[in-house]
């Protein structure tokens, strides 16, 4: 079979687009072709690469603008997806582009000190004794320490696209939830302060981040841990935490929000006033009413009762699970037996 590569090419400022074609042999992946470009057809093309084993993330580009592990990826199954034998390779998005494919990660590990990424150990922690962990507390992290640092996560990410200078690559939040959530760690609520001026509440909830993620990860899950962990630690005071708490109280209390308290709630009178013209604008089109009552959802007690089992998964995450109904377990039962 074969198939036309249309590679991005960037070198020394100018960019174009240059076709090769390849004959795709089966199992070869993306890498595997690219290395084939440049060995027979033209050495000037640059991409990086290592391992070849899907551990060092060297490799991550973009396929037909969606990031892919290059070693990894067959070709035939981008064929087969997106029906056609003509594939748009580039490097990934969301980064500064040094040649054709390579890009610069310095920026990007930059923003990834900001968040303590080391473990600070406890006071108690010596040479002699070590520092014992249960096979419990080394799961709440252990699949976290998966994150090879390939980028796809940052290059979909739409927050970063609209602005990166507010908000950190989806990696440094899963490396932030990784020593968060590991209970050798001296200073969780230091480390929480530091990812939460870093822009922790500024995510979209695109979940981009983890349908790209190549090891299977859950960035955008990683996120919402963290966000968790802001309440425990008393790090909620900021317009973010604000508002999921007044969002949580509208629903716990109604089953509906109150859209024209949410503001208010989130920001402040002051802040919330100067908004004034917006909320004007839907008073005179009907979308808000300040004086109506607020409405109570006829099925306030099923959905009380969905707030207190999502409660109690969170509380207890070894017994939380599905089953192949997709149904979510809850301390061991099905939803539908917590409603009952």
Not at 14 to 19: A, N, P, R, S, V
Not at 46 to 60: N, V
Not at 123 to 149: H, R, V, W
Not at 263 to 286: C, D, H, Q, T, Y
């Amino acid at each position: 079979m074969d198939v036309k590569l249309t590679i991005h090419r960037f070198v020394e400022g100018k960019e174009w687009t240059q076709d090769y074609n390849v004959t795709v042999t089966t199992g070869m992946t993306v890498l595997e072709a690219l290395t084939q470009i440049k060995e027979k057809q033209d050495p000037t093309l640059s991409f990086t690469c290592s391992c070849r084993s899907s551990i060092c993330g060297a490799c991550a580009v973009r396929v037909n603008g969606n990031a892919e592990l290059a070693c990894e990826m067959l070709v035939e199954k981008l064929v087969e997806r997106y029906q056609t034998n003509e594939l748009t390779i580039q490097p990934l998005g969301n980064f500064k582009v040094l040649r054709d494919l390579i890009v610069d990660w310095d920026p990007k590990y930059a923003e990834l000190k900001k968040i303590k990424p080391a473990l600070q150990p406890k006071a108690d922690t010596s040479m002699e004794t070590g520092c014992l962990q249960s096979p419990a507390e080394f799961n709440k992290y252990k699949k976290l320490a998966g994150c090879i640092l390939c980028g796809s996560c940052i290059s979909e990410c739409n927050k970063n696209t609209l602005n990166q200078g507010d908000f950190l690559p989806p990696f440094a939040f899963v490396k932030g939830q990784k020593f968060t959530a590991d209970s050798r760690d001296a200073d969780p609520k230091g480390r929480l302060k530091a990812i939460v001026d870093a822009g922790l509440w500024r995510c979209f909830n695109c979940q981009e981040c983890t349908a790209k993620c190549p090891k299977g990860l859950d960035p955008a899950a990683a996120i919402e841990h963290l966000k968790e962990a802001t309440f425990r630690y008393g790090l909620a005071d900021n317009v973010g935490a604000k508002h999921a708490k007044a969002i949580y109280d509208d629903i716990s209390e109604s089953g509906m929000l109150d859209e024209a308290k949410l503001n208010i709630k989130s920001e402040g009178f002051f802040a919330a006033g100067l908004r004034a013209p917006m909320a004007i604008r839907l008073m005179k089109v009907g979308k808000m009413d300040p004086f109506e009552s607020h409405p109570v959802n006829p099925e306030i007690k099923t959905i009380q009762k969905l707030v207190k089992a999502a409660e109690a998964a969170s509380k207890d995450e070894q017994g939380t699970g599905t089953v192949a109904s997709g149904e979510p377990l809850i301390k061991g039962k099905q939803v539908g037996e917590v409603l009952a």
